[in-house]
């Protein structure tokens, strides 16, 4: 005997085009990123398996995800301009629109009605309704005489809020969305040269936006907007060994583990470890490669590190403890991202020319399972629907 | 026109017995007790909605709640020794078993496989599977000469851990479920006098008993079990002032931001707040009367503190900037608890007396919703799955 659940239209009494679907909960699900093929994964994390193909996305690359409230929807944001809501309890491309030419990352509103796309082209941040994508209000990234800037590092924040970062104009703002027709914008200006990314402290205190055209971080305390951005970290993003820099190290790889910031050391193999009461450095871990994603395992106990070319075959495990390296792992080859299940027992491996996930026990620290994918190249968890600043 | 989903029972290629239900999320979910009439009532947190009640539960007197993996199911924990899982996409109950005469508390495993109860009668901890609520394994509390000791404060902990307290025998028990019929035990003795309750921080790394014969609390660092317990926070519990103590506050009552731990003070009217790297008390924050539970919003910004008699009527909020009350609510007759949004953006009163939940903006501290429910008692929301210790 088995239990289906059928989906009806129910019209003037009457049924029709029943659709089955399985009775789901919506905690342990996620998506993977097919970046090539331009299709997301919709996956099971208890069962560890692959539960659909959603197909027909745009460009993927440098794509991320978020979830709605209720933990049933993805939206996918690409490369391309194109945000795609995905229904993870029915398998299905719910809806997509084109809404830019060249989108760079989104973010859901703390109370989940708003989805917030920052572009490139044009240049300023567009909002739409959560349910419908309808466009509920276009926030130009105006400056000077009639430019717009490209807008990087977009994060949502407490109290209704978008934070983000306008490269070309060295500004941060503050988009207040209680009134979604008509943000309100505080601007903050000469916050340091090309913001490139940003992120938000998982507190959701602290914004920092790294800096490309000079070195240090720009740090906007969001208890207290009205003390202004300052400067933090002079020193980060010197090359001091003139390495070449293979890859920008995301800033939201970026992790918070206690009292410190784990961070990519820029185009050197060091993971930087910041005190997060007085913005120093505290220590600098020597790492196999240059560094892309500095992810701590939920309890802050481990920070998982993977690398640019020519060391993304390999995957490091700092203990947080000793504030060393204690495990070098080989899972594959090009391991481009890392998701931790949301209380930490496991972590979810893109590893992309394999052209698998590959599924590590975080306290054994081997692999438990694995499932195939065309490319992986980013994964996230439906727990991300109750966490700000992602 | 209207989509329904419908529940069939599909056997021998025959379809029978259709229920319908509403296809739906579990991210947004939550359950409210209503201990008197011994029944759960199911909620929506995003419509502010009641979903469903579902009723004879049993003593539901001191109960908590914790959700599976998926967030599909709620377990309910009564002081009775029940121990019902709830449906919560199909608003029924699924199973009840009376597993012993008097319970305390239960939690669930990081991976989410299995449920562990602790009893004051007979004195234990029982360790059930998730899915089928059969009994794996049983853990009497025994010391001295076959005596069994009342647990207390029982906390799940990464890898598959739980840890939880012999109030009779003065010791904390670490129980590994790695092989969950044979838990391996790492007992600690002569922690302190009549650990009460406990806590983990939200980190999971330390678990904090306090201690009902003297004062103080006694400290396991997760990370280095070896060091073995000690105390801090040696006038914790004493009575300078010999106030009644009209309730003992929860310990679970407990919250971190940032740096700080903030503490009901027994049987005063303060909350204390503790620099969680000294373990030293750094201030004591009057309020309104004693203290029960003390929560910060999910951002660490705000900390919300609820009453025993005969201030029950009253809520005050801290601001964690300057640490000092900056509003006082009188949200109704007898606040017991309160629950966070995952994200923040409100909180929900139970206020028994008053027979109803009221939904408050934290950015406005102003009540903008509110449901009828029969004597509610406590409130607990789906998001709690994906943390540690709880």
């Known amino acids: 005997m088995k239990f289906l659940l059928v989906l009806c239209v129910v019209s003037a009494g009457l049924l029709g085009g029943c659709a089955t679907a399985e009775l789901r909960g919506s905690g342990d699900l996620g998506v993977v990123i097919e970046r090539e093929a331009g299709s997301v994964l919709i996956v099971n994390t208890t069962r560890i398996a692959v539960l659909s193909r959603i197909t027909e996305l745009g460009d993927l690359s440098h794509a991320s995800v978020v979830f709605s409230r209720d933990q049933r929807y993805a939206y996918v944001f690409g490369r391309d301009g194109g945000l795609s809501k995905i229904d993870l309890l029915q398998d299905k491309l719910e809806k997509r629109i084109v809404q830019a030419g060249n989108s760079i990352g989104g973010a859901i509103s703390q109370d989940g009605r708003w989805i917030?796309?920052?572009?490139?082209?044009?240049?300023g941040v567009k909002i739409f309704a959560a349910d419908t994508l309808e466009q509920i209000a276009d926030i130009p990234a105006s400056y000077g005489e009639g430019l717009l800037s490209k807008v990087v590092g977009l994060a949502d924040a407490s109290d209704q809020r978008f934070v983000f970062s306008l490269f070309d104009a060295d500004q941060i703002w503050v988009a207040n969305l209680h009134n979604p027709q008509a943000p309100q914008i505080?601007?903050?200006?000469?916050?340091g040269k090309q913001p490139y990314d940003a992120l938000l402290t998982p507190d959701g205190r602290y914004y920092l936006a790294?800096?490309?055209g000079e070195t240090g971080l720009a740090k906007l305390d969001l208890w207290q907007p009205e003390a202004g951005v300052n400067r933090v970290?002079?020193?980060?993003?010197?090359?001091?060994?003139?390495l070449p820099v293979y890859k920008m190290p995301h800033l939201q790889g970026w992790t918070a583990s206690g009292d410190w910031l784990f961070v990519p050391a820029v185009g050197q193999h060091e993971v930087l470890v910041i005190d997060k009461h007085t913005w120093q450095l505290l220590k600098r871990i020597p790492v196999a490669g240059q560094p892309v994603f500095v992810?701590?395992?939920p309890d802050g106990r481990q920070v998982w590190v993977n690398f640019a070319l020519p060391d993304n075959q390999l995957v490091q495990v700092i203990d947080v403890k000793d504030l060393s390296v204690s495990?070098?792992?080989?899972?594959?080859?090009?391991?481009l991202h890392m998701e931790f299940s949301p209380r930490g027992e496991t972590v979810w491996l893109a590893i992309r020319d394999d052209n698998r996930v590959a599924v590590y026990d975080t306290e054994t620290l081997s692999e438990i399972g694995q499932l195939p994918a065309d490319k992986p190249s980013g994964i996230f968890f439906s727990a991300r629907a109750n966490q700000l600043g992602l």
């Not at 917030?116 to 240049?123: D, H, L, Q």
């Not at 970290?233 to 003139?242: F, I, M, N, R, T």
């Not at 495990?327 to 391991?335: D, E, I, S, Y």
């Open 116 to 123: 917030a796309v920052s572009n490139y082209t044009p240049g």
């Open 186 to 191: 505080q601007k903050f200006s000469q916050i």
């Open 210 to 212: 790294g800096l490309f």
């Open 233 to 242: 970290l002079p020193d980060y993003g010197a090359h001091e060994e003139k």
């Open 295 to 297: 992810t701590a395992r």
């Open 327 to 335: 495990k070098t792992l080989q899972p594959g080859k090009a391991v």
